[in-house]
């Protein structure tokens, strides 16, 4: 069954029934991404739906105030959680913290550390990963975290950022009960998105970090992480050598 004739089905079956505007199109929005995620949507499927009527069609959202397309929708920066401190055992400032976000249950926070002197001289920056769970101690993740080091081939957007000093930005994804957050920041002046299997996630100006859950088996090879300049270009963040944490 084609898309729009699935469409007036659903608009036929639900007309007497008082729902919220355009329900049939989020459900159609929500099936083709679904299907982009290999989950197959039958017309069988479809049918029991239908037959479900109004008790059913209002769950077909995203769940948890979710975007479309799977994942939950962004979230701004968190608090530092009490008890993070950096490698020489002092509580972190302000100035030390690149980024902090809820991720699942638990709390990231990437703090800035001293690249090596070849990351140095090549324009690199670094910084340590720390994850405080809701219940628990915060542990360190990843004691060095190189990024900013590269672009993707051919982006002379990516290059020419790069080479002003201000960084490109850092992403992070955190697995974490089964599912996948993306953690981002970028400087100050930029805007960021996430794209997953083809699904867009904008978060916006991050440059204290943001975060989304998205929908995606390989991190690497399946999410992108994009940031716009306030003239319009638009680069990659490139991922880091071990940016995608699996404890």
């Given at each position: 069954m084609r898309d729009h004739e699935v469409t007036r089905l659903l608009d036929h079956a639900v007309a007497s029934v008082e729902l919220p505007p355009g329900l049939a199109q989020r459900v159609m929005v929500g099936s083709r991404a679904r299907r982009r995620r290999r989950l197959l949507l039958s017309g069988g499927a479809v049918a029991v739906v239908v037959a479900a009527g109004a008790l059913v069609l209002?769950?077909?959202?995203?769940?948890?105030?979710?975007?479309?397309?799977?994942?939950?929708?962004?979230?701004?920066?968190?608090?530092?959680?009490?008890?993070?401190?950096?490698?020489?055992?002092?509580?972190?400032?302000?100035?030390?913290?690149?980024?902090?976000g809820r991720v699942g249950?638990?709390?990231?926070?990437?703090?800035?550390?001293?690249p090596r002197a070849g990351e140095r001289a090549a324009g690199g920056q670094a910084l340590e990963v720390l994850v405080a769970p809701d219940a628990g101690e915060p542990r360190r993740l990843l004691d060095h975290l190189s990024y900013d080091l590269a672009c993707v081939d051919g982006d002379v957007v990516c290059a020419s950022v790069r080479s002003t000093g201000s960084g490109l930005g850092v992403a992070v994804a955190r697995r974490s009960g089964g599912?996948?957050?993306?953690?981002?920041?970028?400087?100050?002046?930029?805007?960021?998105?996430?794209?997953?299997?083809?699904?867009?996630?904008?978060?916006?100006?991050?440059?204290?970090?943001?975060?989304?859950?998205?929908?995606?088996?390989?991190?690497?090879?399946?999410?992108?992480?994009?940031?716009?300049?306030?003239?319009?270009?638009?680069?990659?963040?490139?991922?880091?050598?071990?940016?995608?944490?699996?404890?």
């Open positions: 209002p769950q077909l959202g995203p769940a948890d105030g979710g975007s479309e397309g799977g994942g939950v929708g962004p979230s701004a920066a968190a608090d530092v959680p009490a008890g993070i401190v950096g490698l020489d055992g002092r509580p972190v400032t302000p100035a030390q913290v690149v980024a902090v249950t638990e709390t990231l926070v990437l703090i800035r550390s001293e599912r996948l957050y993306v953690l981002v920041q970028a400087p100050p002046g930029r805007t960021v998105e996430v794209v997953a299997n083809g699904v867009p996630h904008p978060l916006g100006a991050a440059p204290r970090g943001a975060v989304v859950e998205v929908v995606a088996a390989e991190p690497y090879e399946e999410v992108q992480v994009w940031a716009s300049t306030e003239d319009g270009r638009r680069y990659q963040i490139p991922w880091a050598p071990g940016a995608v944490l699996i404890d």
